[in-house]
């Protein structure tokens, strides 16, 4: 089993600045891919950003584009995600997924949340207008 924690969450103004980073523990020697869900009130959630286990491909829902950006160290078992030009409908309990322990294709980019199984416990992201 993978353990996942979340910081760098916080309250911040339209058009600022936040990095969110995620740190695996547990079992990660094997192969795992991880990516990056948001949750906002009322809503269900949604797919912000994800990464491939090897060769660093990457992938965003479209309303991120161009303002956030994930990155990964296997190495250090850590994630990041950049989030410049933040806007209000970004506001949400950000969640750190992983997969592992189950097939995990090398240069794939996973995008859906049934498709992980190791989650994060959020970090809460909120952007003021």
């Known amino acids: 089993q993978v353990q996942l924690v979340e910081s760098g969450g916080g309250l911040v103004q339209a058009g600022g600045t936040l990095r969110l980073s995620c740190e695996a523990s547990g079992r990660t020697s094997g192969r795992y891919s991880m990516g990056w869900f948001r949750q906002a009130p009322g809503k269900e959630r949604e797919f912000v950003a994800a990464?491939?286990?090897?060769?660093?491909?990457?992938y965003y829902q479209d309303s991120v584009k161009g303002r956030f950006a994930i990155s990964g160290d296997i190495t250090k078992n850590t994630m990041s995600l950049q989030m410049n030009s933040l806007k209000p409908e970004d506001t949400a309990v950000y969640y750190c997924a992983a997969r592992a322990g189950v097939y995990v294709g090398a240069t794939y980019v996973y995008r859906e949340a049934t498709d992980y199984n190791c989650w994060g416990q959020g970090t809460q992201v909120t952007v003021s207008s």
């Open positions: 990464i491939s286990w090897r060769a660093g491909n990457t």
